[in-house]
């Protein structure tokens, strides 16, 4: 079997992904990464490990990448590595044109109507197992905020909250078949569940809601990367504040998320991008530009009358 790397998010989705891999493919190395580390990875895989073949799953390549991916894929292709990406989220155009130009070195699979472990365990033919098809079910109530299990709370909550440290320990858990540990159950009742709630509190009593153009913008000002934006929005609505739009703003990025417009086009206009309902724009943000692209866009889309609903 090929010399076999991975480099797979680190939320649960990427979680169950690795988990997959690694349960069949036996990796030499996984390494648990977010959207910008993925150049860096890449390049060391290829100059440490001279692998075979190099997995990244649940992360989707950027368009400021393109130059070092291109670099990259070229190195791959010389020295005979294939690269096998799966993702579900949606690529930009670019993205697409530059993989296709090395098909034979790179091979990928993205469909966002699913999970990306999902797509792994039916390419691997696991779908049947028992266990991943547990993993499988937390990543799908994860990523797309049906929280219909206590357990994906927990995670999400625990990944978020701790290091790099606690998100391997994850993952060794899950290959060791452990998807409920008891140090999980444990850090989550004795150290995040209250400050994690309180950090939600903290974010609601900052929020600005303003009105432009017939849109209504809620911004989530300053928010402590701890928390996820799918549990903030959640949590507005159900003291009463609705939106067309929700901007989350981290310190090092933002997330946008809606009930019914494509905020997608938004993150790619911005450098981002993600899911029609939920995206996110990576960096230093200009909340103005934000509010500006999102008024000029959606007053468009609403004249073509080509808003998803």
């Not at 974010?203 to 153009?213: T, W």
């Not at 993150?267 to 999102?294: D, F």
Request: charged share 25%.
């Amino acid at each position: 079997m090929a010399r076999t790397i991975v480099i797979s998010h680190w939320d649960l989705d990427g979680l169950a992904s690795a988990t997959i891999l690694a349960l069949k493919l036996a990796p030499v190395k996984i390494w648990l990464a977010s959207v910008t580390a993925v150049p860096r990875y890449l390049k060391k895989a290829l100059e440490e490990f001279s692998p075979g073949q190099i997995w990244i799953s649940d992360l989707n390549p950027q368009v400021s990448q393109i130059s070092d991916l291109r670099m990259l894929i070229k190195q791959a292709c010389i020295e005979g590595v294939k690269i096998k990406w799966i993702d579900h989220h949606e690529w930009d155009r670019k993205i697409y044109d530059l993989i296709r130009q090395y098909d034979e070195t790179v091979w990928y699979l993205v469909d966002p109507s699913t999970v990306t472990a999902d797509l792994i365990a039916r390419r691997l033919r696991v779908r049947d197992n028992p266990y991943i098809n547990e993993l499988v079910g937390l990543a799908i109530d994860d990523d797309f905020f049906m929280n219909r299990y206590e357990l994906t709370i927990k995670w999400r909550r625990v990944l978020r909250w701790y290091s790099w440290s606690v998100r391997y320990k994850a993952l060794n858990s899950f290959i060791s078949g452990e998807i409920s540990p008891y140090w999980m159950n444990k850090m989550y009742e004795d150290e995040v569940k209250n400050l994690y709630e309180n950090l939600i509190r903290e974010a609601l009593g900052r929020m600005d809601v303003i009105e432009k153009n017939g849109i209504k913008i809620i911004i989530f000002q300053d928010v402590d990367p701890k928390v996820h934006p799918g549990e903030l929005t959640d949590a507005a609505k159900k003291n009463g504040v609705t939106a067309d739009i929700y901007i989350v703003r981290y310190p090092r990025g933002a997330s946008l998320r809606s009930d019914y417009y494509d905020v997608s086009i938004i993150a790619k206009m911005l450098g981002g991008g993600g899911h029609p309902y939920a995206a996110g724009i990576p960096g230093k943000i200009n909340i103005s530009k934000i509010i500006e692209i999102v008024v000029h866009t959606f007053k468009q889309r609403m004249s073509a009358n080509t808003i998803i609903m």
